[in-house]
């Protein structure tokens, strides 16, 4: 079956550091890569919508200029948090869609917990 | 307005019994609706696929039923286990790349 993986699994950081979160698919190509963040006890938020090769389509209220996403390949998305704060502090997940599969489904990787200090 | 909601919100149930998870969605146009499993500190874990032309799917001891006229579904684990403990996501596609998640249910399982 199609797995994701993201690295690191959780990072702590100080406050006003960058942290980069790496998604991988590795067994198929995704040309399309989703960002979603997760509060406790909430439903996935999608941030954005990572498009290899091009630039990332950003949802309403999340700042693209601190959630920095490249997507260069196939099969590697990053989300680079800057500047990151106390309020970013949250679970960070991505999917992948695999565009083989006739659901057009999303794969979800086992996710981020970033915790800033 | 797209909306998928769940209910109930948290359910207790005892090892070995069963227990069935409800969502609604005012999701237009449809394309699919899908049920995950989260576990804690987990990415979510597909279970079902349906579309509107699919009135039931299973998946070992995971069923879902889907009614398009209602814009119903039904998530039914039979003989549950520990390891079932976990949140439950509705999710409806309308087509696009977008993904319409409700709030989710979270099940215990306690023997």
């Known amino acids: 079956g199609a797995v994701v993986s993201q690295h690191p699994s959780w990072v702590i950081c100080k406050s006003g550091t960058s942290v980069k979160i790496e998604c991988r698919s590795l067994d198929f190509q995704a040309t399309t890569m989703f960002w979603y963040r997760q509060f406790p006890k909430q439903s996935l938020m999608l941030m954005a919508t990572s498009n290899e090769g091009s630039k990332a389509t950003y949802e309403q209220g999340v700042e693209k200029d601190k959630f920095l996403i490249n997507h260069a390949s196939l099969t590697l998305s990053t989300l680079t948090v800057t500047s990151a704060h106390p309020e970013d502090s949250s679970f960070y997940i991505c999917?992948?869609?695999?565009?083989?599969?006739?659901?057009?489904?999303?794969?979800f990787g086992p996710g981020t917990r970033l915790t800033v200090l | 307005k797209n909306q998928v909601e769940q209910s109930p919100q948290s359910l207790i149930i005892l090892e070995g019994k069963n227990c069935t998870l409800q969502c609604n969605y005012t999701v237009s146009p449809f394309s699919n609706l899908r049920w995950y499993k989260q576990d804690t500190g987990r990415g979510p874990v597909s279970l079902t696929i349906m579309t509107f032309s699919e009135n039931t799917k299973s998946n070992g001891r995971y069923t879902a039923t889907l009614d398009a006229d209602t814009k119903q579904s039904s998530l039914h684990i039979t003989a549950s286990q520990l390891s079932d403990s976990a949140s439950y996501i509705c999710v409806v596609s309308g087509g696009t790349d977008k993904l319409i998640f409700g709030t989710g249910t979270r099940l215990q399982v306690f023997p």
């Open positions: 999917s992948a869609r695999d565009i083989t599969s006739g659901w057009n489904e999303q794969f």
